[in-house]
């Protein structure tokens, strides 16, 4: 394998850094206060061709793979994470480009790169968590309809996405665990759809959360995605095996932003007369963050690398997700610890990447389900 970025990738990763050093720091903290989505900014990251890289250049995306994704993710989140959650204006996109007809991915993807829509997908609900076997969204078909009754929870950009696609139960009798599930194309406007935003969140305030409800929500036959009943499990596996990836290229991201800051700290704040950096107790600490962000990377990117070569492994994605996410969390803590006292302060960004990390080993796979993964790929499922 070639440990070296193209140059196509290094001028996506250039671009991306610049893009996100010009523009998020300006609002960064005032996002994270008033939790807020940069909306002007997502416009611009549009505009730059930022947003949906993966997505085919047919339906007006970047025609990139999945190492330029994480690269992109890795350097927005690097700079700030809330707002770096603006790529997640696409969440779902996955879904459609691989199963949509083609009337769907013209209808659905391409106003999405350009800025003229948010999408989003509706997995979890309130009593299920990680069990996407226990889904009591139901879509019942009617006609030409299906009506969909249920909620889902932890759901990003419900309140401001101009559609979502939502895993529902449409095949309860099935005698396949795996067939009873289809994803289906709701509008936001459609009548008892209601999305209500959660706010008091502990990190990426930035970046819109919702629970959503629908109570007799009707949708044509033709929403349904794919045009073909029950292979919402299937479709749902595919997105997560992409998100964990992306997910853990955000944790590389923020513990690489908090290192490059407690660097900088280091190497100018004194104490005993001498620049913290010169101490071997930091030395050593600086060392475990390098060593923990460098192999995580390397992670992330194998990962990757896997499914820009159309190899779905979970083996490595799984370990990827779980280590990033746990690299996210040890380096802000050390970061945190290096600043002191500083480093509780709001007014130091270490603070807010602390909080930021967490969420990196909870979603898209809590770190103890990839952990069984990864387990069943070593010694298989019993």
């Given at each position: 394998?070639?440990?070296?970025?193209?140059?196509?990738?290094?001028?996506?990763?250039?671009?991306?850094?610049?893009?996100?050093?010009?523009?998020?720091?300006?609002?960064?903290?005032?996002?994270?206060?008033?939790?807020?989505?940069?909306?002007?900014?997502?416009?611009?990251?549009?505009?730059?061709?930022?947003?949906?890289?993966?997505?085919?250049?047919?339906?007006?995306?970047?025609?990139?793979?999945?190492?330029?994704?994480?690269?992109?993710?890795?350097e927005f989140w690097r700079v700030d994470p809330g707002c770096g959650n603006i790529l997640l204006t696409v969440f779902g996109a996955e879904v459609l480009q691989q199963f949509a007809t083609e009337e769907q991915r013209n209808q659905y993807l391409?106003?999405?790169?350009?800025?003229?829509?948010?999408?989003?997908?509706?997995?979890?609900?309130?009593?299920?968590?990680?069990?996407?076997?226990?889904?009591?969204?139901?879509?019942?078909?009617?006609?030409?309809?299906?009506?969909?009754?249920?909620?889902?929870?932890?759901?990003?950009?419900?309140?401001?996405?101009?559609?979502?696609?939502?895993?529902?139960?449409?095949?309860?009798?099935?005698?396949?665990?795996?067939?009873?599930?289809?994803?289906?194309?709701?509008?936001?406007?459609?009548?008892?759809?209601?999305?209500?935003?959660?706010?008091?969140?502990?990190?990426?305030?930035?970046?819109?959360?919702?629970?959503?409800?629908?109570?007799?929500?009707?949708?044509?036959?033709?929403?349904?995605?794919?045009?073909?009943?029950?292979?919402?499990?299937?479709?749902?596996?595919?997105?997560?095996?992409?998100?964990?990836?992306?997910?853990?290229?955000?944790?590389?991201?923020?513990?690489?932003?908090?290192?490059?800051?407690?660097?900088?700290?280091?190497?100018?704040?004194?104490?005993?007369?001498?620049?913290?950096?010169?101490?071997?107790?930091?030395?050593?600490?600086?060392?475990?963050?390098?060593?923990?962000?460098?192999?995580?990377?390397?992670?992330?990117?194998?990962?990757?690398?896997?499914?820009?070569?159309?190899?779905?492994?979970?083996?490595?994605?799984?370990?990827?997700?779980?280590?990033?996410?746990?690299?996210?969390?040890?380096?802000?803590?050390?970061?945190?610890?290096?600043?002191?006292?500083?480093?509780?302060?709001?007014?130091?960004?270490?603070?807010?990447?602390?909080?930021?990390?967490?969420?990196?080993?909870?979603?898209?796979?809590?770190?103890?389900?990839?952990?069984?993964?990864?387990?069943?790929?070593?010694?298989?499922?019993?």
């Amino acid at each position: 394998m070639n440990f070296e970025l193209t140059e196509k990738q290094m001028g996506i990763k250039k671009k991306a850094r610049e893009f996100a050093e010009a523009e998020f720091p300006a609002v960064a903290r005032k996002c994270d206060r008033d939790e807020e989505f940069p909306m002007d900014i997502w416009k611009k990251a549009c505009r730059r061709g930022l947003i949906g890289i993966f997505i085919e250049e047919k339906y007006g995306g970047g025609g990139c793979g999945w190492i330029e994704t994480a690269i992109v993710m890795e350097e927005f989140w690097r700079v700030d994470p809330g707002c770096g959650n603006i790529l997640l204006t696409v969440f779902g996109a996955e879904v459609l480009q691989q199963f949509a007809t083609e009337e769907q991915r013209n209808q659905y993807l391409k106003p999405i790169p350009t800025g003229d829509a948010i999408m989003g997908a509706a997995i979890t609900e309130p009593d299920a968590g990680s069990d996407i076997f226990l889904v009591s969204t139901s879509a019942t078909k009617q006609g030409n309809e299906y009506v969909i009754n249920g909620s889902k929870m932890f759901i990003t950009n419900g309140v401001m996405a101009n559609y979502l696609i939502v895993y529902c139960c449409n095949n309860p009798d099935a005698k396949r665990t795996d067939k009873k599930f289809s994803f289906f194309i709701i509008e936001r406007d459609r009548k008892g759809f209601q999305a209500t935003k959660l706010k008091g969140k502990m990190g990426i305030r930035a970046s819109e959360t919702t629970q959503l409800s629908f109570i007799d929500v009707r949708v044509p036959s033709e929403n349904l995605v794919g045009k073909i009943e029950n292979e919402g499990f299937k479709q749902v596996m595919y997105l997560f095996n992409i998100n964990r990836v992306i997910a853990g290229a955000q944790g590389i991201g923020v513990a690489q932003g908090a290192f490059e800051k407690a660097l900088a700290h280091v190497q100018k704040r004194e104490q005993f007369g001498s620049k913290l950096s010169s101490f071997q107790v930091t030395q050593f600490k600086l060392a475990d963050m390098a060593i923990r962000i460098e192999v995580g990377r390397n992670m992330v990117y194998k990962a990757c690398w896997h499914l820009d070569n159309r190899e779905i492994n979970p083996y490595y994605i799984s370990i990827a997700k779980a280590f990033a996410g746990e690299v996210a969390t040890y380096v802000t803590n050390e970061a945190v610890q290096l600043h002191g006292g500083y480093g509780c302060l709001n007014e130091y960004d270490v603070e807010r990447f602390y909080r930021d990390a967490k969420i990196v080993e909870i979603y898209e796979g809590s770190k103890e389900m990839e952990k069984i993964t990864i387990a069943r790929e070593l010694i298989g499922r019993k």
